[in-house]
């Protein structure tokens, strides 16, 4: 398994070695002993999967409470993948970083607690998998502004995102809820 670093230190990118042949193709697309070598110990106790179109904007989510570490990977089509430190006492407070994951790259992210996390579909549909290390908490699901001015993430965007009412008026980086 080959990482590469990104933007903000603790986001990692994982890009598993693929067996190709004309059948098609075959990876590990989780190995616990592999994430442990490259200092991932994370415990994965959720999976999700999220199927979307060209468009939608899903993000940028967290848990105040019960945060949760995700390991994400796009098993069809492709996203522009974006995490967000909001942990006050590091020095990538209010930063982001931005990857492309795609069904094609095979690449996987892997997202710790204490990060806002979203994703825009780039393809005409995308399936998106995740793994997460703590449950789904719905009274403690916050979500941070996509477009907040402060952020100025570049989404690559060529049109409006579709976006669900609660991330269309998400909290401003200012005003959102954090952590220490």
């Known amino acids: 398994m080959n990482v590469i670093p990104t ?6 990118l994982l890009e598993p070695k693929v067996f190709a042949d004309a059948r ?17 110990t994370a415990d994965f106790v959720q999976d999700n999967h999220s199927s979307s179109t060209r468009g939608v ?6 848990q105040i409470q019960q945060p949760q570490g995700k390991l994400v990977r796009v098993v ?6 974006v995490a967000v430190d909001l942990r006050r006492s590091s020095p990538h407070f209010g930063r982001w970083a931005s ?7 095979h ?19 995308a399936e998106f998998l995740y793994k997460t290390t703590d449950y789904y908490a719905p009274a403690f699901e916050r979500t941070l502004l996509w477009n907040d001015t402060d952020l100025a993430i570049n989404w690559d965007l060529d049109s409006e995102p579709v976006l669900s009412a609660k991330d ?6 200012k005003t959102a809820e954090t952590f220490a």
Do not use: K, Q
């Not at 098609?24 to 991932?40: C, D, K, P, Q, T």
């Not at 990857?99 to 790259?105: G, I, T």
């Not at 690449?107 to 549909?125: L, N």
């Not at 269309?168 to 980086?173: D, E, K, R, V």
């Open 7 to 12: 933007a903000l230190p603790e986001v990692i």
């Open 24 to 40: 098609g193709h075959f990876f590990e697309s989780y190995n616990r002993r592999a994430l442990v070598e490259h200092g991932i």
């Open 57 to 62: 904007l899903r993000g940028l989510h967290y």
């Open 76 to 81: 069809a089509g492709e996203v522009l993948d």
């Open 99 to 105: 990857f492309v994951l795609s069904a094609e790259n």
């Open 107 to 125: 690449r996987m992210a892997f997202i710790p607690a204490g990060f806002a996390h979203g994703f825009v579909v780039r393809s005409a549909s």
């Open 168 to 173: 269309a008026i998400g909290a401003t980086l």
